[in-house]
């Protein structure tokens, strides 16, 4: 009599088991990654934005109010940007959408991000 190797079904079932319990605790922490990183990205293009402002106004009287002026203007799925003028001053924003209005720090939102000409960042937890 020959003895048949393999697995069984009973074997089989219990790494299925022990695969979706693992999917179902690291699906939130993977998801909540990728929101953090898309923010990351966000907050790099408002530090490009403001390093372009400060070279748009070597060569031009004021700051520009046109956020194409200071990036590509292809679309962004996760962030829209613009740029407003106050005083002789410009704050730069990105304001979340889709998927990306979900993102929370310390139950703050974080949409919209803003960074003005003196450095300063909103709502600060989310710059951290």
């Known amino acids: 009599m020959q003895k048949s190797t393999g697995f069984t079904l009973i074997e089989l079932m219990i790494v299925v ?3 979706a319990i693992l999917a179902t605790v690291a699906y939130p922490a993977f ?3 990728l ?4 923010r990351v990205e966000a907050i790099q293009t408002l530090y490009s ?4 402002q400060e070279d748009w106004r070597i060569t031009h009287p004021t700051y520009t ?3 194409t002026d200071l ?3 292809t679309s962004n799925a996760h962030y829209s940007y613009s740029t407003s003028l106050s005083g002789g001053s410009y704050t730069v924003t990105a304001t979340a959408k889709g998927s990306q209005l979900n993102d929370k720090e310390g139950g703050v939102s974080c949409s919209p991000l803003t960074l003005s ?5 909103t709502p600060a937890v989310c710059w951290q």
């Not at 929101?35 to 898309?38: D, E, G, M, Q, R």
């Not at 934005?49 to 372009?52: E, F, R, T």
């Open 65 to 67: 109010s046109a956020a």
């Open 117 to 121: 000409r003196n450095n300063s960042k």
């Open 49 to 52: 934005m403001q390093l372009k």
């Open 35 to 38: 929101v953090k990183s898309k």
């Open 71 to 73: 990036i590509n203007p």
């Open 31 to 33: 998801s909540s990654y």
């Open 17 to 19: 088991a022990i695969v």
